[in-house]
T-cell receptor
């Protein structure tokens, strides 16, 4: 395993529910990411945190709210989702956010949370 | 921004044969190209990567080649085995952009015993 864990692994929620996804990395990394994976589409980067500071927000609707209390934990708070938000949500981490130096750091992924919005 | 295209979308090979997956990218500034393998019910796992200062890298049955002039890179799997069956993703990233990875759409590889 990669050292990145996600809970829950599966989640079914109604459009009026509020839920949270949790990610934890045990690799000592400083950067963490949320991706959305839908069928037949490339992985979509949602949010990036470097040293607990959010550095990327790729036009994600406000019904998705990230939280990074420390470099090892990342949350994605969900509220009033739509059925089209059903997807696999992946968390990843890397040593840093690639802002320094010429080479990017490899990202390591968790197993994902399979979300179904009814 | 960067655009990564991946082909084919599905690939079936006989066990023992080779499999090749190709990706092209648009931004000549991209300098890091990882390949990920995703098995059913799991997240993507890094299997090999290449940086722009080399043209080829090999790790046992897996190899990756990079042609910077043509802006394409390929994954080669030799002596395929049933456990190689999975979805493979390529990615490209540009230096100093906050580690924004641009992924291909994936190739579903099936190795037929």
């Amino acid at each position: 395993e990669t050292g990145v864990t996600q809970t829950p692994r599966h989640l079914v929620m109604g459009m009026t529910n509020k839920k949270s996804l949790k990610c934890e990395q045990h690799l000592g990394h400083n950067a963490m990411y949320w991706y959305k994976q839908s069928a037949k589409k490339p992985l979509e980067l949602m949010f990036v945190y470097n040293f607990k500071e959010q550095t990327e927000n790729n036009s994600v609707p406000s019904r998705f709210s990230p939280e990074c209390p420390n470099s090892s934990h990342l949350f994605l708070h969900l509220h009033t989702l739509q059925p089209e938000d059903s997807a696999l949500y992946l968390c990843a981490s890397s040593q840093d956010g690639g802002l320094a130096g010429d080479f990017q750091e490899t990202q390591y992924f968790g197993p994902g949370t399979r979300l179904l919005v009814l | 921004g960067e655009n990564v295209e991946q082909h084919p979308s599905t690939l079936s090979v006989q066990e023992g044969d080779s499999a090749v997956i190709k990706c092209t990218y648009s931004d000549s500034a991209s300098n890091y190209f990882p390949w990920y393998k995703q098995e059913l019910g799991k997240g993507p796992q890094l299997i090999i990567d290449i940086r722009s200062n080399v043209g080829e890298k090999k790790d046992q049955r897996i190899a990756v080649t990079l042609n910077k002039t043509a802006k394409h890179f390929s994954l080669h799997i030799t002596e395929t085995q049933p456990e190689d069956s999975a979805v493979y993703f390529c990615a490209a990233t540009v230096a100093n952009t906050g580690n924004q990875f641009y992924f291909g759409t994936g190739t579903s590889l099936t190795v037929i015993p």
